[in-house]
């Protein structure tokens, strides 16, 4: 099972679906275009456990973060 995990100010929310669903799949790349679109960053766990940007939907993620970008001063 995959996860999407979106933070945001009021903490984090966790969408898990089946990689090997269509329907599943679908609603999860419709999210992903739908935070990435509102300016949210997305990124994978790599095996090391470090993150890496993703500028598309990868069907293959175990994990996606997406994380707004941070306004500081």
Do not use: N
Not at 59 to 64: I, L, N, R, S, V
Request: charge should be negative; hydrophobic fraction near 35%; aromatic fraction near 10%.
């Amino acid at each position: 099972m995959a996860t999407q995990i979106v933070m945001d100010s009021s903490g984090d929310s966790r969408h898990f679906f089946e990689q090997d669903d269509p329907k599943g799949l679908a609603e999860a790349e419709r999210r992903f275009k739908m935070f990435t679109g509102r300016g949210f960053t997305a990124a994978t766990r790599t095996p090391a456990g470090d993150l890496k940007l993703i500028r598309s939907f990868d069907p293959t993620a175990e994990e996606t973060l997406f994380y707004p970008h941070l306004v500081g001063g």
